[in-house]
């Protein structure tokens, strides 16, 4: 499946993938349709976003900057949701305002309809 911007699942997934290394949805952010959503589980809460504008204010808050990522798996499927799971180590220590840590891990599951 392309997206309505031209990718296809594969581009959405290094996307993805780029965001959790670098802490910038930059990209990421433009991919989504008017009427995306994005349902999260971090740390210490669950996140509905709707629409680009609030998915990418979402996005950007989540990371304070790079991160080693030790763990990355992505379940795409036909229908344009890409659901999986990111465990990073951020680069300068930080925890995100509003995540609950104990181990310095950050990981977050996160499902996108793009």
């Not at 344009?80 to 465990?87: A, D, H, I, L, R």
């Amino acid at each position: 499946m392309t997206s309505e911007k031209g990718l296809d699942q594969g581009g959405v997934v290094q996307l993805l993938r780029d965001w959790a290394e670098t802490g910038e949805p930059g990209a990421l952010a433009e991919c989504y349709r008017e009427d995306a959503e994005l349902d999260a589980l971090i740390p210490g809460r669950r996140v509905h976003c709707d629409g680009v504008g609030a998915i990418a204010t979402e996005l950007r808050s989540w990371w304070s900057g790079p991160a080693k990522v030790v763990e990355f798996t992505t379940e795409p499927t036909p229908e344009g949701t890409v659901s999986g799971e990111v465990e990073r180590h951020p680069l300068d220590g930080a925890t995100p305002p509003g995540w609950t840590t104990s181990s310095g891990s950050i990981r977050a599951g996160y499902s996108v309809i793009w």
